[in-house]
């Protein structure tokens, strides 16, 4: 998936305008306020004991992840503009730094190496970002949310 970044559009900012509407939702809101506040799981076990499967946690914890993969997603098939998506929001990039330590491992078990694979392409292209553009903002950042 290697993703060209294009002049932003108007079609972009209404794409994140979309984004943004989306991520008002209730239920949503209170899946992204439990997600900042308590998801910091270092492996696989860790992850399932937080959120055993069933559980409210559970969904809570697929509602962010899935939302911000498929937001990811527009962004490496070249659908919108990397850069208006980095600079709109650091979420997205909160987001792969606390599923980042566990994935290998969850993509071993469910037999999937591209689980997840829009938020780490994404992810990555965004730390790279903030290494180039602002040289030691994406160690604070990480060191911040982890």
């Not at 939702?25 to 306020?33: P, Q």
């Not at 439990?34 to 860790?46: I, L, R």
């Not at 938020?119 to 965004?126: D, F, I, R, S």
């Amino acid at each position: 998936m290697a993703q060209v970044n294009h002049q932003a559009t108007y079609d972009d900012a209404n794409l994140l305008l979309k984004l943004y509407e989306l991520r008002r939702e209730e239920k949503m809101r209170e899946a992204r306020a439990w997600f900042v506040a308590n998801f910091k799981p270092k492996s696989f076990d860790e992850m399932l004991k937080l959120c055993p499967p069933g559980s409210p946690e559970s969904a809570k914890m697929r509602q962010v992840i899935t939302y911000w993969d498929m937001a990811a997603s527009f962004v490496s098939m070249g659908v919108l503009n990397a850069e208006m998506f980095f600079a709109s929001n650091r979420e997205c990039l909160l987001v792969w730094v606390r599923v980042k330590p566990y994935l290998p491992e969850m993509r071993e078990k469910y037999a999937d190496p591209h689980h997840f694979k829009n938020l780490e392409t994404v992810g990555t292209m965004n730390l790279d970002h903030l290494n180039r553009t602002s040289p030691g903002a994406a160690d604070a950042f990480i060191k911040r949310v982890s």
